[in-house]
């Protein structure tokens, strides 16, 4: 058996939950989600129930690498005893489908593909979305279809406003999403920007393209699944230094698909970021 400890935006949780399944894949074992953190978490909900997601919840307590007289008293009561995998960074760690015990627990952020590509169709189709869209995102994924569609995601909130948030992760500048617009009118005729944003009315005052452009402002914290919906609809991805948009991006299933992201992820050089962006990215 093999459980996930979520915590964090959708982004985090997809990450969490996307690694844990293809563990759980790999030992033919089933997946068990706690989410049991977001009882007393302000920031974010629990945000997987619309997804094509069927796994059980860990409700019970649980023991960590018990001593033998605490196994014991385990076996006793009816705990279940895991191992708990602490991530040590956010690089890959390449022993990590070498485990081999019963049942174990994972606690950490897994930001690579590197942890569950080898499982990419399942995982593709377990983050299909369940839920019923709005009216007004059918009719976005119909203008998206009919031309050469570009998401562009601006992070900003707590990224802005949380001083500690900043510190770490800082938000990607104008000058970033200049570039990143002029690289793909280079490459791309007619391209139509889509631009997705938790501050969207900044972006509307601050972003200028010659381009014909769409600020997606219909959606809010409690649907933002659906700009994860949107986005990934569109032909090619310009991203933020963002979980968020970076999902975005890999669910997008055209395969000539042009994704840039920033190459500086962190504001800080404490986290390693070197297996966070697929090697087919262009990184600017």
């Not at 999403?177 to 280079?186: G, L, M």
Request: contains cysteine; charged residues 25%; proline residues 1%.
């Amino acid at each position: 058996m093999v459980a996930v400890e979520l915590i964090g935006g959708l982004g985090n949780q997809m990450f969490q939950y996307a690694t844990a399944k293809a563990l759980a894949l790999h030992h033919n074992e089933e997946i068990l989600i706690d989410k049991r953190l977001f009882a007393s978490y302000e920031l974010h909900n629990y945000s997987l129930n619309h997804f094509n997601i069927k796994a059980l919840f860990l409700e019970e307590k649980i023991v960590f690498n018990p001593s033998f007289s605490d196994r014991v008293k385990a076996v006793i009561s009816g705990k279940k005893i895991f191992k708990k995998y602490q991530e040590d960074d956010l690089s890959y760690d390449e022993s990590f489908f070498k485990m081999h015990h019963r049942n174990i627990y994972l606690k950490g952020y897994f930001q690579s593909e590197k942890y569950f590509i080898r499982y990419e169709d399942q995982i593709r189709k377990e983050f299909e979305i369940t839920a019923p869209l709005k009216q007004q995102t059918f009719d976005m994924l119909n203008v998206i279809g009919s031309v050469n569609s570009v998401s562009l995601h601006i992070r900003r909130g707590d990224y802005v406003t949380n001083s500690e948030a900043n510190a770490v992760h800082g938000t990607c500048d104008l000058n970033y999403y200049h570039r990143a617009i002029d690289s793909i009118n280079k490459k791309i005729e007619n391209a139509v920007f889509f631009i997705f944003s938790d501050d969207i009315d900044w972006a509307r005052q601050n972003l200028k393209t010659i381009n014909k452009t769409y600020f997606v402002d219909f959606n809010d914290a409690s649907t933002n699944y659906e700009d994860i919906k949107l986005m990934s609809n569109c032909k090619h991805n310009i991203i933020a230094n963002s979980s968020f948009s970076w999902w975005g991006a890999w669910l997008n299933r055209n395969k000539g698909k042009i994704v840039i992201a920033p190459k500086k992820w962190f504001n800080t050089d404490a986290h390693n970021s070197k297996d966070i962006l697929p090697e087919s990215w262009l990184k600017i």
